[in-house]
Nanobody
Framework: EVQLVESGGGLVQAGGSLRLSCAAS????????IGWFRQAPGKEREGVSC????????DYADSVKGRFTISSDNAKNTVYLQMNSLKPEDTAVYYC?????????????????WGQGTQVTVSS
């Protein structure tokens, strides 16, 4: 059974930092793409960042470039999203998603499996 479990969300002031974790199980972790997505109230879910576990290639949404960093620890089957210089507009539920055996980007429809999400709230 594929499982993705997010953690690390919380409440932080603008300018602060959080690190999200996505622990994966149930598939071959070293041959997949893991993506982070977010959904704010009343808005569509959008891609934030993704990483290929096989070659480490990454991609970022323009809105987070230079502030967020995605990384992967294949020994722990875990992907991290380090979020710095947080802004109130980063407030959302953050989800990780997996596309096993495929190269994927920031299109949510490319992903087969999803976690339950973790809330990130940035106060002004």
């Amino acid at each position: 059974e594929v499982q993705l479990v997010e953690s690390g969300g919380g409440l932080v002031q603008a300018g602060g930092s959080l690190r999200l974790s996505c622990a994966a199980s149930g598939f071959t972790f070293d041959d997949c793409t893991i993506g982070w997505f977010r959904q704010a109230p009343g808005k569509e879910r959008e891609g934030v960042s993704c990483i290929s576990s096989s070659d480490g290639s990454t991609d970022y949404a323009d809105s987070v470039k230079g502030r967020f960093t995605i990384s992967s620890d294949n020994a722990k089957n875990t992907v991290y999203l380090q979020m710095n210089s947080l802004k109130p507009e980063d407030t959302a539920v953050y989800y990780c998603a997996a596309d096993p055996g495929e190269e994927a980007g920031l299109d949510l429809y490319e992903y087969d499996y999803w976690g339950q999400g973790t809330q990130v709230t940035v106060s002004s």
